[in-house]
């Protein structure tokens, strides 16, 4: 699709996003894109003349407000099979944002866990560690979580994304 429409708009800025095929990166563990973004924005410096001008643009993936923790990549571990039988999903969580190339344990949380008939809709965030970071990037962190029935037939869904998508073995 290509038809533009308008997110946001203030007095300063204009973003507008149209949706895009999934965008894969073989170079980088990052979250693929499913839509692209340029923001409009006015500049008012001493070394340019006054004007709006594109002050962003590039694919980016929509996702749900988890307030001051990050949004990281999910996947299934591929060293534990889900098992139909099991309540236990075992994850790999990769942190997206700066960290100096450590790890994420003790910093994941699960901000929403719900579980259907037909999926297990999962919502995780990661607290940022503090101060300044490097930006090599991140390893993967095990994470499990427990859910209250067997995971059974149920797709498991990364339902941080605002177009929810399969969680995939990593």
């Known amino acids: 699709a290509t038809d533009w429409f308008v997110a946001e708009v203030s007095e300063q800025s204009t973003t507008i996003l149209r949706d895009i095929d999934l965008m894969t990166s073989t170079v980088s563990p990052a979250i693929p894109a499913d839509h692209e973004m340029i ?32 949004i990281p990549l999910i996947t299934l571990d591929p060293e534990y099979p889900v098992d139909p039988t099991s309540r236990e999903l075992h994850l790999l969580v990769t942190e ?67 177009s929810q998508r399969p969680v995939n073995v990593g």
């Open 39 to 70: 923001t409009v924005s006015w500049i008012d410096a001493a070394n340019i003349e006054s004007g709006w001008f594109v002050s962003s643009m590039g694919p980016c993936a929509l996702t749900v407000d988890v307030g001051d923790l990050t």
């Open 96 to 162: 997206q944002t700066c960290n100096s190339g450590a790890d994420a344990d003790g910093r994941i949380e699960i901000v929403r866990l719900e579980e259907k008939s037909d999926q297990v809709g999962l919502v995780l965030g990661v607290q940022p560690r503090v101060g300044g970071q490097s930006c090599p990037s991140n390893p993967a962190t095990p994470f499990t979580v427990t859910l209250a029935e067997p995971i059974g037939a149920r797709t498991v869904v990364n339902a941080t994304l605002q």
